[in-house]
């Protein structure tokens, strides 16, 4: 029972991770496409508010405040009962929402949300990612020793 | 002392007026947008985030153009606007080691695992005005194939050799310090110091940073490592029960490494400062990590002789909305002030005249 709740929260986590990372456009578009919208109502929120980000001293030292971001949230509950619960950085409302939607119907229906939402928008992720990669690789230092001419 | 003093109101809000019409200037030029500054001016941008405390590209643009490019009033701003925000809790500690690196360098090994990749650095050009620029086309950058290959923090490769101090315990009911809630009181702990530098003005650390490699509270630094990128901000959401990705926020992080003789309970090993700042900000990273240290001259038993380890000035000054706000209420009016001195002067002259008559 404990595996099976821990596995879901997992992939429940998974999704939201997706969600929060994927641009707001991107997110937008999927959102337009997605065929039967639930109707829900809105338990708290929208709302614009701070997180405290923190650091650790050294990398992986103390803890420490390293600063506020802004951040958006909204809790809804979907026509069929379920919560969701949507966070994201920036102050975008609209997205926030529209995480919380899905994810509550990723609770009802996994496997759809899945393959219709959060699949696309982790290839996406993978693609800006990777792309940014190679960029990176790109500038690499090749080192190579200068040999000293003895004669 | 201020005195409450009538009158000015129009010439205040035609000030105001005048403001607004020099910050857009020629109305033949077009108006900046928002995603302009974000996307041409991202440094000023990272700064502002940074200094003002507050990661959001968006305001910070806002503020730079509100501000027509004074950093420390777009700094202001960014500091005013967070606190008609509420606050709904810390995150998790950011992960540099499981960073999307897009630079990463360090000056004490060549041969890193993970490489040394410079990413879009100033370094090594030769600072020449280009005026091509100017609405230039920019060709694609080049790639290469990345190589999966992890890249371990360059101080802790050494650590596990012994030879470099470690990151430190974590004391996991420790509590962390928060100097936007509780008025600082020092002495210090170093996570209160961290989060004053990291918010800290970057030229007033610069110099700092500075004279400790001339001299003043000298700690032989090298830089570790540099590296750049992204990193996931993880928070607890106590509606879910477990921690999400909130997204991912770009980070500097410096390791200043420094030789360190040893004492009587630990042996010679070379110790540490750090730097984490929002943004692309190297050189406020690398200014932080060498201010860190320095004022680590208590905790490693050295003597303070120098500014740059002295906690309670460098601290106490190092934030520039705060030294702003000191320095320029001096040009608000302090006429009541000024007439008590001016009468202080003009008895005081009066005795002396008085006595060299009499002498």
């Known amino acids: 029972m404990q595996t099976q709740t821990s596995f879901d929260n997992g992939g429940r986590k998974a999704a939201l991770d997706v969600l929060a990372g994927a641009p707001a456009r991107a997110l937008a578009e999927l959102w337009d496409g997605w065929a039967d919208k639930p109707e829900h109502s809105k338990v708290r929120g929208p709302e614009v508010g701070l997180v405290m980000v923190r650091g650790r001293a050294g990398g992986g030292g103390v803890p420490f405040n390293l600063g506020e971001a802004t951040v958006s949230r909204t809790s809804v509950r979907i026509v069929t009962g379920e919560a969701g619960h949507g966070y994201c950085l920036g102050r975008d409302l609209a997205k926030a929402e529209v995480i919380a939607v899905i994810d509550a119907l990723w609770q009802r229906d996994a496997a759809s949300v899945e393959a219709g939402i959060i699949e696309p928008l982790r290839r996406l992720a993978a693609a800006v990612d990777g792309k940014r990669l190679e960029e990176t690789a790109a500038t690499r230092v090749d080192f190579f020793t200068m040999v000293r001419g003895d004669n | 002392m201020y005195v409450a003093v009538k009158g000015g109101e129009a010439a205040i809000s035609n000030a105001h007026a005048l403001l607004a019409d020099r910050r857009r200037g020629d109305r033949n030029v077009p108006a900046l947008r928002l995603d302009q500054i974000v996307e041409q001016l991202g440094l000023a941008v990272d700064r502002a985030m940074g200094e003002g405390s507050l990661y959001d590209k968006e305001l910070a643009a806002l503020a730079l153009l509100q501000a027509r490019g004074d950093l420390i009033e777009a700094i202001f701003l960014v500091r005013a606007y967070r606190t008609t925000l509420p606050r709904f809790g810390y995150s998790r500690p950011v992960d540099t080691g499981a960073m999307l690196i897009e630079r990463r360098i360090s000056a004490t090994f060549k041969d890193l695992p993970g490489g040394q990749m ?72 170093r996570d209160l110091r961290l989060q004053a530098l990291a918010r800290g003005d970057e030229g007033f650390l610069l110099a700092l940073g500075y004279s400790t490699q001339r001299g003043y509270g000298r700690s032989h630094p090298f830089v570790g490592e540099i590296r750049i990128g992204e990193v996931e901000v993880e928070f607890d959401v106590p509606e879910l029960g477990f921690a999400v990705s909130l997204g991912r926020i770009r980070v500097t992080e410096c390791q200043m490494v420094n030789q360190f003789k040893g004492s009587a309970k630990v042996p010679p090993q070379f110790t540490r400062g750090y730097g984490l700042v929002f943004g692309q900000a190297e050189r406020k990273a690398m200014a932080m990590s060498l201010v860190d240290r320095a004022l680590r001259a208590r905790e490693l038993g050295e003597d303070i002789v120098a500014p740059a380890q002295d906690e309670e000035f460098v601290i106490s000054h190092s934030d520039n909305v705060q030294a702003t706000g000191f320095v320029e209420h001096l040009k608000l009016p302090h006429y009541v002030d000024f007439q008590a001195e001016l009468d202080l002067i003009r008895r005081m002259r009066a005795e002396h005249e008085a006595k060299e008559a009499l002498e």
């Open chain 2, 118 to 189: 410079l990413g879009p650095t100033f370094d090594y050009t030769h600072r020449l005005l280009d005026p091509n620029i100017v609405g230039d086309e920019v060709p694609q950058p080049v790639i290469r194939a990345a190589e999966p290959e992890r890249a371990p923090r360059v101080t802790d490769m050494l650590g596990q050799q012994g030879l470099m101090e470690p990151d430190g315990d974590t004391d996991p009911e420790g509590e962390v310090g928060d100097l936007t809630r509780e008025p600082l009181d020092f002495p210090l702990d």
